[in-house]
């Protein structure tokens, strides 16, 4: 796309209207600040912006309404991630079963290192479990950089519960429900 | 397991004859000539299908059941496609011409419904002189989609926590063939998950599409009618016959033949997902046979054997045991420094100290064991090194129950390859007493050991104690490594590269897969800096000048290249 610059006429090309402009917007501030007490900054960080509804911070891993891990461990997030943030470990053969009755497998460990993090949201948009979400935290802090590195349990504490989708407990509902073939290895 | 009920897989499948009755027939509007005779999965000639001349003519149609290797079974009706056949004139029974003069093709349609189109297995209709197969004709297209949604009605689609998505046939079939909605509303009918078929093998019924690609291969390649379908409906489900278990040696075979997650190993349950495997080509060290592999490893980790295909070896199949032979390799009790009495060292101090005791030995005071699972090139240049020294050399024979199938007796890897390059000839092994007899007497001083615990070979630790100097490359310790005055760590099969000479006389090539722990170097690296030494600073040891080099002095190799011992090998004379 080309935009056209329009050539400025004499009385622009004095400045004059731009210096006039400019003193509005000081004199407004200034007599916003002194006649009528407004303040225009905020005592950050005591004070925090509101987010706006949509706005991306650091991903959280979530939790459903019954607690249980929503992260499956399928590794899509792990593969996706532009800056390789993610490293998950896989239960393995012998690893724990998951926390949740019917779905078979969930991470032994979830980590995302915040320091290569680029709150991107190529995790949450790729997840098909609805457990990584965006949340609104944007300034992560600590002291060392083993401190940035979140693992699951201070994740899954960040994220807080999604109320969404329970898949896996709409399948065990489905297979309870025809009594036919009860499913194995999900005694809850 | 019983005796195979096959030939065994070695024995490559005759080639057609060279003057063979060819067919024409178009695929997708294209002229193809194919044979009229292929063989089938025992290398018996049976008339050419459908889906293999749209394979010669270039056209990949989608499959499940069908595999090159297994009986047809016609189950699973993805391969379904319109076809046509030369018309014939009712009134004269000649084959009816277009005005253009070309055949006249009649369409295969449903005699009851004229205007649709009437599919026929690919892989089990036999092509006839002047076929036409519409592989991506909007019919076929549409029985695709409807093979596909039929075969989705009640699976899962569990794919987030299935271990074969990334290389499912199911997953990949959708994206290409499927359609993205599905005009079944009712709820899907749950099976059994996670069930123990057997010590290896975990099922889940539900992803299952009933292939019996499974079912056929335990019958009739593995010889163990230990799997059939129970139930009916759409409770069709696999099951192991009651009281048995699916143990075989080659039951993790039916995890690569499975096309979907139904069928999963339980060594690699969970573990990784594919996606993120490395594949190299390799070769299986467990016995003689040399079963081509493709090692799958993640950042320095190895995930997984699977077998790859190799007509002249092991066809598409292995053993269990040899594909879970892998675990050692990531143990922590590697040896991963280089020790010199002891202590810790370093290459570039245990190599100048090791050649100059060398180049002092007197002749005939310096003894060389090398296991017969070293590569070929490794024990070329020991073979080089004993020469210059005058050293005598064996290896350490190594043998179990030969299975008949895959299994051989002989448990080294390169029994043949240490044959060929000289380092024993005779009977392999025959020297060790003697070694062990000139140790006691004072006549060897010097015993260099490559990859085995002679300790447990009739060398015993007190004989090892009485050496001047004992040279010990291994991977793992052993009473011999810890007896010994240089250690030098070593590298497994899948670290390095190398070839192998497997008991039928082929010569297989192998690449690098991860890397070896700590200061571990392959051994051909510092055999080659021993046999180059006292040279200033030669070229470093490179695998395809020593290959080349090795291929001029040991006759059975005369003609061979390393860039020409392709994926599959060459077949040596023994």
Same mark, same amino acid.
């Given at each position: 796309?080309?935009?056209?610059?329009?050539?400025?006429?004499?009385?622009?090309?004095?400045?004059?209207?731009?210096?006039?402009?400019?003193?509005?917007?000081?004199?407004?501030?200034?007599?916003?600040?002194?006649?009528?007490?407004?303040?225009?900054?905020?005592?950050?960080?005591?004070?925090?912006?509101?987010?706006?509804?949509?706005?991306?911070?650091?991903?959280?891993?979530?939790?459903?309404?019954?607690?249980?891990?929503?992260?499956?461990?399928?590794?899509?997030?792990?593969?996706?991630?532009?800056?390789?943030?993610?490293?998950?470990?896989?239960?393995?053969?012998?690893?724990?079963?998951?926390?949740?009755?019917?779905?078979?497998?969930?991470?032994?460990?979830?980590?995302?290192?915040?320091?290569?993090?680029?709150?991107?949201?190529?995790?949450?948009?790729?997840?098909?479990?609805?457990?990584?979400?965006?949340?609104?935290?944007?300034?992560?802090?600590?002291?060392?950089?083993?401190?940035?590195?979140?693992?699951?349990?201070?994740?899954?504490?960040?994220?807080?519960?999604?109320?969404?989708?329970?898949?896996?407990?709409?399948?065990?509902?489905?297979?309870?429900?025809?009594?036919?073939?009860?499913?194995?290895?999900?005694?809850? | 397991?019983?005796?195979?009920?096959?030939?065994?897989?070695?024995?490559?499948?005759?080639?057609?004859?060279?003057?063979?009755?060819?067919?024409?027939?178009?695929?997708?509007?294209?002229?193809?000539?194919?044979?009229?005779?292929?063989?089938?999965?025992?290398?018996?000639?049976?008339?050419?299908?459908?889906?293999?001349?749209?394979?010669?003519?270039?056209?990949?149609?989608?499959?499940?059941?069908?595999?090159?290797?297994?009986?047809?079974?016609?189950?699973?009706? $993805?391969?379904?496609?319109?076809?046509?056949?030369?018309?014939?004139?009712?009134?004269?029974?000649?084959?009816?011409?277009?005005?253009?003069?070309?055949?006249?093709?009649?369409?295969?349609?449903?005699?009851?419904?004229?205007?649709?189109?009437?599919?026929?297995?690919?892989?089990?209709?036999?092509?006839?002189?002047?076929?036409?197969?519409?592989?991506?004709?909007?019919?076929?297209?549409?029985?695709?989609?409807?093979?596909?949604?039929?075969?989705?009605?009640?699976?899962?689609?569990?794919?987030?926590?299935?271990?074969?998505?990334?290389?499912?046939?199911?997953?990949?079939?959708?994206?290409?063939?499927?359609?993205?909605?599905?005009?079944?509303?009712?709820?899907?009918?749950?099976?059994?998950?996670?069930?123990?078929?057997?010590?290896?093998?975990?099922?889940?019924?539900?992803?299952?599409?009933?292939?019996?690609?499974?079912?056929?291969?335990?019958?009739?390649?593995?010889?163990?009618?230990?799997?059939?379908?129970?139930?009916?409906?759409?409770?069709?489900?696999?099951?192991?016959?009651? &009281?048995?278990?699916?143990?075989?040696?080659?039951?993790?075979?039916?995890?690569?033949?499975?096309?979907?997650?139904?069928?999963?190993?339980?060594?690699?349950?969970?573990? $990784?997902?594919?996606?993120?495997?490395?594949?190299? !080509?390799?070769?299986?060290?467990?016995? &003689?046979?040399?079963?081509?592999?493709?090692?799958?490893?993640?950042?320095?980790?190895?995930?997984?054997?699977?077998?790859?295909?190799?007509?002249?070896?092991?066809?598409?199949?292995?053993?269990?045991?040899?594909?879970?032979?892998?675990?050692?390799?990531?143990?922590?009790?590697?040896?991963?420094?280089?020790?010199?009495?002891?202590?810790?060292?370093?290459?570039?101090?245990?190599?100048?100290?090791?050649?100059?005791?060398?180049?002092?030995?007197?002749?005939?005071?310096?003894?060389?064991?090398?296991?017969?699972?070293?590569?070929?090139?490794?024990?070329?240049?020991?073979?080089?090194?004993?020469?210059?020294?005058?050293?005598?050399?064996?290896?350490?024979?190594?043998?179990?129950?030969?299975?008949?199938?895959?299994?051989?007796?002989?448990?080294?890897?390169?029994?043949?390859?240490?044959?060929?390059?000289?380092?024993?000839?005779?009977?392999?092994?025959?020297?060790?007493?003697?070694?062990?007899?000139?140790?006691?007497?004072?006549?060897?001083?010097?015993?260099?050991?490559?990859?085995?615990?002679?300790?447990?070979?009739?060398?015993?630790?007190?004989?090892?104690?009485?050496?001047?100097?004992?040279?010990?490359?291994?991977?793992?310790?052993?009473?011999?490594? !810890?007896?010994?005055?240089?250690?030098?760590?070593?590298?497994?099969?899948?670290?390095?590269?190398?070839?192998?000479?497997?008991?039928?006389?082929?010569?297989?090539?192998?690449?690098?897969?991860?890397?070896?722990?700590?200061?571990?170097?392959?051994?051909?690296?510092?055999?080659?800096?021993?046999?180059?030494?006292?040279?200033?600073?030669?070229?470093?040891?490179?695998?395809?000048?020593?290959?080349?080099?090795?291929?001029?002095?040991?006759?059975?190799?005369?003609?061979?290249?390393?860039?020409?011992?392709?994926?599959?090998?060459?077949?040596?004379?023994?």
């Amino acid at each position: 796309m080309v935009v056209d610059r329009k050539p400025l006429n004499w009385w622009e090309r004095s400045y004059l209207p731009a210096i006039a402009g400019g003193f509005r917007v000081t004199w407004r501030h200034f007599a916003n600040t002194v006649f009528r007490r407004k303040s225009v900054t905020m005592q950050y960080p005591e004070e925090k912006w509101v987010m706006p509804e949509g706005y991306r911070g650091a991903p959280y891993l979530v939790s459903d309404v019954d607690g249980h891990t929503k992260c499956v461990s399928c590794q899509l997030c792990e593969f996706i991630c532009p800056p390789k943030a993610i490293l998950i470990t896989p239960p393995g053969p012998a690893g724990m079963a998951a926390d949740r009755p019917n779905a078979e497998k969930m991470p032994r460990e979830f980590e995302i290192n915040m320091l290569r993090c680029i709150f991107c949201g190529l995790c949450q948009e790729v997840c098909p479990e609805e457990a990584i979400f965006l949340q609104k935290d944007y300034s992560l802090t600590g002291l060392a950089r083993g401190e940035m590195i979140y693992n699951k349990e201070k994740l899954l504490k960040l994220g807080g519960v999604d109320t969404g989708i329970q898949k896996w407990k709409q399948k065990l509902d489905e297979a309870r429900e025809q009594e036919v073939f009860p499913v194995q290895g999900s005694a809850s | 397991m019983s005796a195979p009920a096959t030939a065994a897989p070695a024995t490559p499948a005759p080639p057609p004859p060279p003057a063979a009755e060819t067919v024409t027939v178009k695929v997708n509007g294209r002229t193809v000539q194919v044979p009229k005779t292929m063989p089938d999965w025992q290398g018996k000639p049976q008339p050419t299908t459908m889906l293999q001349a749209a394979r010669l003519g270039g056209v990949e149609i989608p499959h499940y059941c069908y595999h090159d290797k297994l009986p047809v079974a016609g189950n699973c009706r $993805m391969c379904l496609v319109e076809f046509g056949t030369p018309a014939l004139d009712p009134a004269t029974r000649k084959p009816a011409l277009n005005a253009d003069g070309t055949p006249k093709i009649a369409r295969s349609i449903l005699p009851y419904e004229p205007g649709t189109a009437r599919g026929a297995i690919a892989c089990a209709t036999p092509i006839s002189p002047g076929m036409e197969i519409y592989a991506d004709s909007p019919a076929t297209k549409q029985m695709r989609e409807a093979v596909l949604e039929s075969l989705l009605i009640n699976h899962p689609l569990d794919c987030p926590i299935c271990d074969q998505a990334g290389e499912c046939k199911l997953q990949e079939y959708s994206v290409e063939h499927g359609q993205s909605a599905s005009g079944f509303f009712e709820t899907k009918v749950h099976k059994p998950k996670a069930v123990d078929l057997g010590p290896r093998i975990m099922l889940d019924d539900e992803r299952c599409i009933l292939c019996t690609r499974c079912i056929r291969f335990t019958k009739d390649i593995a010889g163990d009618d230990a799997l059939g379908i129970v139930n009916r409906g759409s409770y069709n489900s696999i099951a192991a016959f009651p &009281g048995r278990q699916f143990d075989n040696n080659y039951s993790l075979n039916t995890v690569d033949l499975c096309p979907v997650g139904a069928l999963t190993s339980k060594d690699f349950r969970f573990k $990784m997902r594919v996606w993120f495997l490395k594949e190299t !080509r390799s070769l299986c060290t467990s016995c &003689g046979t040399g079963c081509n592999i493709v090692i799958g490893s993640r950042e320095d980790t190895i995930y997984r054997f699977e077998p790859r295909e190799n007509e002249a070896v092991n066809s598409s199949w292995m053993c269990d045991s040899g594909r879970l032979n892998y675990k050692w390799m990531g143990r922590a009790d590697r040896l991963a420094e280089v020790r010199v009495r002891g202590e810790h060292s370093t290459w570039s101090v245990a190599l100048p100290e090791i050649q100059a005791v060398l180049a002092k030995a007197p002749r005939g005071s310096v003894a060389i064991l090398a296991g017969a699972r070293q590569t070929t090139e490794e024990l070329y240049l020991l073979k080089k090194l004993a020469d210059r020294f005058g050293a005598v050399t064996d290896s350490v024979p190594r043998t179990g129950a030969a299975d008949g199938f895959l299994v051989a007796a002989d448990r080294n890897c390169n029994t043949q390859g240490a044959r060929l390059t000289g380092i024993w000839s005779g009977t392999m092994g025959a020297q060790i007493p003697r070694i062990a007899e000139d140790i006691r007497a004072g006549g060897i001083r010097t015993l260099v050991v490559l990859g085995e615990d002679v300790t447990r070979h009739g060398i015993s630790p007190e004989l090892l104690a009485s050496l001047e100097t004992l040279v010990v490359s291994d991977l793992l310790p052993s009473a011999t490594t !810890r007896a010994a005055h240089y250690l030098l760590p070593g590298c497994a099969a899948a670290e390095k590269r190398g070839t192998f000479v497997n008991v039928k006389g082929r010569l297989q090539k192998f690449l690098k897969a991860v890397e070896a722990p700590g200061d571990a170097r392959p051994e051909l690296e510092f055999l080659w800096d021993l046999v180059e030494g006292g040279v200033a600073r030669r070229a470093p040891a490179n695998i395809e000048g020593i290959f080349n080099q090795m291929v001029r002095d040991v006759p059975a190799f005369a003609g061979l290249e390393w860039a020409r011992v392709g994926d599959t090998g060459v077949t040596v004379p023994l």
